[in-house]
């Protein structure tokens, strides 16, 4: 398993051709340096590594500097007060940082999980050092389950927990039974946790394979209500499951739509798995949603927005919208209806239409299309241009241009008018009534 990790280290170093620079400054330093935890987690599973965390039994701050500097990358502070650092270079990540510890295995001891207690250093030559596991992780991840390290990790730092639940969900991991209990004792010390830091965990297992068994996770070891407070009453968690899993089924199709588009830019965001947790939110309703949003979980303002449009609990501008459709054929009267969800209507077809199942999936991304291919900068273009209705309203008060291009589209919709001249006509019309 040994010589198979350092073949795929070696590639993994050739791919990114700044860390043959790196190496280069290791190997000058009088420090020692190790790579550690998630990177090689991910090469003994088979797995793409995404990003680096290199320890020194010495800052390493300074050779982090220079080497970004050197490789033309970004390089910045992550914890002054602690030594650690980051450098981006492209979409290679790199973190640094000095040993917590005395020695290696004894910082080893300190981490979260055996499977990430693994370190492999790199100043002796990548070749010949032998990969240090003092704590049975490449058996764990034989087995794949997940075991602390120790019993003061969550207690360390009470974030583990969610990244516990991540491993479980993005690795296929089994949380053990000691591990299950821990976070059960410990769960209250998550509302320490800073939001931005419980917000990227939260999202991480969202985005996973499989985000509802995270859910089921949260539930079962009492983190969810940590973060959400208690439900609704009646709320029936068995149910709630079986609604979530079929709704991440539609998350799938949709994303695969998305994801297709090339002569259709859908909007920047429309994120098909921010329905999973506006779904999670309808059936869970938490009290002081708006509140929780910001200060629990640090969505940004556009997400925030996004939820409390579709987390509504009645929607009966939508229902009008399905009763209305039959009747308009024609490809602009139906973008002119689609139109009307605004703001954010694509996202509401979606997530209102195929995660409700109350419109076929392929129905509603067929409305998505049509009304995305209609658009120009942002909005469909009425018949009239703003200029020339509000040459029509010269010398009148009264409602303004706004108000009356969107009567002219209504007016299209129902199908009184469907040309320049008929728009003008009509809206002589209705201002000399």
Avoid at 75 to 82: A, G, I, S, V
Avoid at 274 to 299: N, S, V
Avoid at 362 to 384: C, K, M, T, V, Y
Avoid at 396 to 404: A, K
Wanted: charged letters at 25%.
């Amino acid at each position: 398993m040994t010589a198979t990790l350092h073949e795929k280290i070696a590639v993994f170093f050739q791919r990114h051709s700044a860390l043959a620079a790196l190496l280069e400054r290791i190997g000058r330093d009088a420090a020692a340096y190790w790579l550690v935890g998630g990177c090689l987690r991910d090469l003994l599973l088979g797995r793409e590594a995404a990003d680096l965390d290199l320890v020194s039994d010495a800052d390493p701050t300074d050779l982090a500097r220079n080497w970004s500097n050197r490789v033309q990358g970004h390089w910045f502070r992550l914890d002054r007060e602690r030594r650690q650092s980051r450098v981006i270079v492209g979409d290679l990540q790199v973190d640094f940082a000095p040993l917590r510890a005395e020695s290696i295995i004894a910082d080893l001891a300190l981490r979260d999980f055996t499977v990430n207690a693994l370190a492999l250093r790199l100043d002796t030559g990548m070749t010949s050092a032998a990969l240090l596991d003092p704590l049975a992780g490449q058996q764990d991840l034989a087995e794949r389950r997940l075991r602390l390290c120790n019993p003061e990790a969550f207690l360390q730092d009470p974030l583990r927990m969610l990244k516990g639940i991540r491993h479980a969900v993005t690795l296929d991991f089994e949380l053990s039974a000691p591990v299950l209990q821990t976070v059960e004792q410990c769960r209250s010390g998550l509302k320490s946790v800073a939001g931005e830091r419980i917000r990227d965990e939260w999202f991480k297992i969202i985005r996973s394979k499989n985000p509802v068994h995270g859910f089921e996770l949260m539930a079962r070891t009492g983190l969810l209500e940590v973060l959400l407070g208690a439900p609704r009453k009646n709320f029936n968690w068995v149910a709630a499951v079986s609604q979530l899993q079929r709704c991440n089924i539609h998350i799938q199709s949709i994303r695969a739509w998305l994801d297709g588009q090339t002569a259709i830019k859908p909007p920047h965001d429309a994120d098909p798995q921010l329905f999973l947790l506006i779904k999670l939110l309808e059936l869970y309703q938490p009290d002081q949603l708006a509140g929780l949003l910001h200060e629990t979980l640090r969505l940004s303002r556009r997400e925030k927005r996004i939820i409390m449009q579709l987390a509504a609990e009645e929607k009966p501008f939508f229902k009008k919208f399905l009763a209305c459709l039959p009747q308009v054929q024609k490809n602009r009267q139906r973008a002119l209806a689609v139109e009307l969800l605004a703001p954010y209507a694509v996202q509401k077809l979606l997530y209102w239409g195929v995660c409700d199942e109350v419109l076929a999936g392929h129905e509603a991304i067929d409305l998505s299309r049509n009304f995305l291919s209609q658009q120009r900068q942002g909005q469909i273009p009425g018949l009239l241009s703003g200029e020339r209705i509000a040459a029509l309203l010269y010398a009148r008060s009264g409602p303004d241009v706004g108000f009356w291009q969107r009567k002219l589209k209504l007016a299209e919709i129902n199908g009184d008018i469907a040309s320049e001249a008929e728009a003008e006509e009509w809206l002589k019309k209705q201002i000399s009534i």
